[in-house]
């Protein structure tokens, strides 16, 4: 009976289901894709002050970390005993690791 109910549908309506929910996929398509905005991300907008004079680097990394979100993890054998000195007013982390790093074996 369901073979006989099948058969009996015309192909023309078919067609316009199909159309359907194309265009429904469509437009859920464009939504989607429409909605995804790049913004700057925290790493982009966050300024860092940071001053220490003759200090290791492990407290320099504290006092980042204190004063951000940002978590420094090592593994390894990492001096991170050597005395640094650093000056840095409202500069993006990047900025201020460098300055940091500088003169050591350290990446990141």
Known sequence: MKK???KATPLGVFFIK???VMKL?????CLSVFTVVASETYSQTTKLSVLA???SID????????QSQYRFF?????NTNQKVTINSQNEDIETVLT???SGTDINY
Not at 25 to 29: A, D, E, K, N, W
Not at 59 to 66: A, F, Q, S, Y
Not at 74 to 78: D, E, F, K, S
Request: hydrophobic fraction near 50%.
């Open 4 to 6: 006989n109910e099948l």
């Open 18 to 20: 199909l159309l359907i």
């Open 25 to 29: 996929s469509v437009l859920l398509l």
């Open 53 to 55: 004079q003759n200090e």
């Open 59 to 66: 407290h320099v990394l504290r006092k980042i970390e204190d």
């Open 74 to 78: 090592y593994a390894g054998t990492v």
């Open 99 to 101: 300055q940091v790093l």
